[in-house]
């Protein structure tokens, strides 16, 4: 071989092995998310964020409710629920996501409440409290902060980072971003429910089972 050819070739060689070499430091050097974080990103009408009361794994059927905690139909719905949760334990996935009714005075505070719970990992002891008590608090139309706050500690919470964290504006940022999305996915009302993606329209409780039972025999 010929000497100019054998350098041209040892410069080709030496520019693939650089460029190799830089792709491999990039994607080594990205940051890494840490494991789980986009968990509840793989399931159809949920986010990174979303909280995922009942797991079954991305490939099982994922039923998502937008819910309104002070909405007395999503406090009516609550404990049918919760029997669709232990009827279809290990089957599908549930995820809820906020949708505060503006015209709803305490629902923005109860949904702040939630997550500052879901901050300190106990979101779905707040969930079930919310619920269980909404006859007491739901429908007046002064500040019912304190109240919830008292729910924070019955449940042990370290109180200075829950008040950090409900006065904290990411924390009402977050909710907003769910009750944005719900409005672009079509949700007008709560409570509102969506069986792998798709709004499902109920005309009677059997319609949710129904759907379930359709979605598992898929």
């Known amino acids: 071989m010929k000497t100019p050819m054998?350098?041209?070739?040892?410069?080709?060689a030496a520019v693939v092995v650089l460029v190799i070499g830089a792709i491999?430091?990039?994607?080594s050097a990205r940051p890494q998310a840490p494991a789980g974080d986009n968990a509840a990103d793989a399931l159809p009408g949920a986010r990174s964020n979303s909280h995922v009361l009942d797991s079954a794994g991305p490939n099982a059927p994922t039923l998502?409710?937008?819910?309104?905690f002070e909405c007395e139909a999503c406090g009516a719905f609550y404990p049918y629920v919760e029997q669709i949760r232990e009827q279809y334990?290990?089957?599908i996935n549930?995820?809820?996501?906020?949708?505060?009714?503006?015209?709803?005075?305490?629902?923005?505070?109860?949904?702040?409440?939630?997550?500052?719970?879901?901050?300190?990992?106990r979101v779905e002891d707040m969930y079930h409290r919310m619920f269980e008590t909404q006859a007491e608090w739901g429908e007046?139309?002064?500040?019912?902060?304190?109240?919830?706050?008292?729910?924070?500690?019955?449940?042990?919470?370290?109180?200075a980072a829950y008040d950090q964290a409900v006065a904290d504006p990411a924390t009402r940022e977050?909710?907003?971003?769910?009750?944005?999305?719900?409005q672009q996915m079509?949700?007008?009302?709560?409570?509102?429910?969506?069986?792998?993606?798709?709004?499902l329209e109920l005309n009677q409780l059997t319609d949710l089972t129904d759907a379930l039972d359709r979605a598992l025999a898929d």
Request: proline share 3%; charged share 20%.
């Open 94 to 121: 549930y995820v809820f996501r906020y949708y505060p009714i503006p015209s709803h005075y305490n629902s923005m505070n109860a949904a702040l409440a939630v997550e500052a719970a879901a901050q300190q990992d």
């Open 89 to 91: 334990d290990g089957q």
């Open 24 to 27: 491999i430091y990039t994607v």
């Open 174 to 182: 977050r909710v907003e971003g769910d009750f944005a999305e719900g």
């Open 186 to 199: 079509g949700v007008q009302g709560t409570p509102t429910f969506f069986l792998n993606g798709e709004r």
């Open 64 to 68: 998502v409710e937008f819910l309104d």
């Open 6 to 12: 054998k350098v041209t070739l040892i410069a080709i």
């Open 140 to 159: 007046q139309q002064v500040s019912e902060a304190d109240l919830f706050r008292s729910f924070a500690e019955d449940l042990g919470l370290d109180m």
